[in-house]
């Protein structure tokens, strides 16, 4: 019997959905984690297509997230496994840089995130 094909589903707007509802609670549970005053440390790096993946995790919190820096940012930070992230409490949310206060990203408190948008300008 010949393979039908199926029909049209939504199975691809369920999936991105998903994932842009991940990526907006990730950020709130590294933010509660933040607020918690939770210490955190780099635990994973890896090279990826848009660059370097960080993964900076909170030590008995369970919260994480990956900060994705370009080669250089990478290189001149000098990121590893193991190093200590500092973590300083700004108006916004919070900023989180490495022992030597090189900013390495900043993650928005929930009034913040609320005015954060992105869009593409020109083509």
Do not use: Y
Request: net charge neutral; glycine share 8%; proline share 2%.
């Amino acid at each position: 019997m010949p393979a039908r094909a199926a029909g049209q589903s939504d199975a691809v707007s369920r999936q991105s959905e998903a994932s842009l509802n991940a990526s907006v609670e990730v950020p709130v549970a590294a933010a509660h984690a933040l607020s918690q005053g939770a210490k955190f440390s780099v635990t994973g790096v890896a090279a990826s297509a848009q660059g370097v993946a960080v993964t900076v995790s909170a030590a008995g919190a369970g919260a994480s997230f990956v900060v994705v820096l370009s080669a250089k940012a990478a290189k001149d930070l000098g990121l590893a496994v193991g190093a200590s992230v500092v973590v300083s409490v700004v108006a916004a949310g919070w900023l989180i840089s490495d022992a030597a206060g090189h900013a390495i990203c900043f993650v928005p408190d929930a009034a913040a995130r609320a005015l954060i948008h992105s869009a593409r300008v020109g083509a």
